[in-house]
């Protein structure tokens, strides 16, 4: 939907490919921003504005905060900038580094997991959706979600947010059961130039299930703010 009007780049963070070579155990989170930035430098874009959601809206503020001058703009869509996981979810979180490049859809009862914690988003679309947003997340290794969970359990962005002063759209979703409005107060309290868009119907994975009304309300935010 975005492309149709801007030009997009996407990129997968490191380790989600299973054949990139990506050496995880040395990775820290910043250097996931770092990889964002190298990126854009071999494709010569100068700035640009972001579009994160979940996990990658923590790459997202930390590349707003380094580098104001390259990133005039963000939406983060289903944000947190802190969220504690708990010792017994870390330690699952931990050992499952080792797990390497077995994919998600291997684990035991698969469909079955996600279908309760996203089903309910889906049943407004076409099975394909479904059946898409199944293959996308279970093609990714679960030692690679496993390294970006134990990097959550050490990160606190909340005291960078009020030196990001570029305007930011958050968008979130009443049912979402992954990132509840607790955890992304932080954001709305402390992010100086934040306007927040709360939706009645979506759930996390709103790029899945309302691509639609997603991308309309990204497109009249860059256009209110001069950065289309």
Known sequence: ELSKNFRCIGYDLAGVDPNDGAKLFRYKHKDLAEDAIAILEALGSNKTNILAASFGTTIAQRLLHDHPARFPGAVLQGAFPHRPLGWKNYLMAWGGRFLGKKPMLSFPKYDQTLHAVYG?????????????????????????????????????????????????LLLCGEKDRVVNSEATAPLVERLPHCEHFLHPDWGHVSCYTHPEEMADRIQGFLRAKGLS
């Open 120 to 168: 309910n988003d889906f049943a407004h679309r076409e099975p394909e959706a479904w059946n898409w947003f199944l293959q996308c997340v279970g093609n990714s290794p679960l030692g690679t979600m496993a390294h970006q969970a134990c990097m959550i359990a050490h990160l606190d962005l909340r005291p960078i947010l009020p030196a990001i002063s570029q305007p930011v």
